[in-house]
């Protein structure tokens, strides 16, 4: 029997996945390569809606294919892909955009809470009409489920909604996907704030995994603890402390109670050196991985290409299953 499929994504919008990204969503991408087939998606058009330096979105692009298979998703078994690379997104989303009320769109409390920020005049058109796409790339692959942070579970309701409806509407198309909400196992935060989520608008309490290793090790020796002394795990009072004992218990596979007995009696200092190391040694492998494959760019742009390829012979049956059903009337072959 085949595997069930899943598809996620992520935005090429830094130039580097910071530990959050990884401790948060990607891991999970990784370690569900052998249950599910899986489509995993660089959202390269849903950076645009921010307008980077094109020669930045090029770059990000790459860097975050590199990353992926320098994480253990591997181009072979998963489908990795670039949204741009894939037409039919751009298709599906156009039909989907009509069966959307302008209420519905929006409701949707991230756009409503980036346009309020940034204002209308600096809010584009493409970030109201962010979470159609979003549908779009989702509902071209017929997954079964989509695994996304907490942040995103709007958009999967929204993306359930439209398929209902182009179902019912019209015909049987789309599969209605399930939201997969990922609880984070650890919940890393930053290092300099340690009650917010590790974000890179905040770079000295981010951990980029492609910073220098003297950066990442400086980064976690300036991290913010507390005057009391005592190695205890408690996010409440000491959420420095707890969020160090928390990144050091996932990257090193032992149990916070087991951490916390190791370091009965020690200062902080020995705890931040310890989480330094563990943190050093990822980020060096990691590191070599990926400029091994940048150093090759024919054939990182042979792997993309390829899954790109494959991912367009989902999406293309997905798309001209859609407009026969909305009756365009066929281009013939
Ligand atoms: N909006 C998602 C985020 O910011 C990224 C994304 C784009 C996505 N398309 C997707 C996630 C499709 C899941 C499925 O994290």
Redesign the pocket.
Known sequence: MSKPRV?????PTADSFHLGNYLGALRNWVSMQSEFDCFY?I?DM?ALTVSPDPKDLEHRTLVSYAQLVALGIDPADSTIFV?SQVSEHAELMWVLSCLTGFGEANRMTQFKDKSAKQGNDSTNVGLFT?PI??AS??LLYQPKA?P??E??RQ?LELTRDLALRFNSRYKEVFTVPEAHIVKATAKITDLQEPTAKMSKSSPTGCLMLLDPLKTIEKKIKSAVTDSDTVIAFDPVNKAGVSNLLSILSVMSGHSIESLVREFEGQMYGALKTQVAEVVVAFAEDYQNKVNGLLADKAELSRLMTEGSKRAAGVAADTVSKVYSAVGFVSRGK
Do not use: E, K, N, P
């Not at 598809?7 to 935005?11: E, P, R, V, Y």
């Open positions: 598809l996620s994504g992520i935005q998606m959202a849903h949204q962010y796409l979003q790339d989702i989509v996304v942070g942040d995103q958009h």
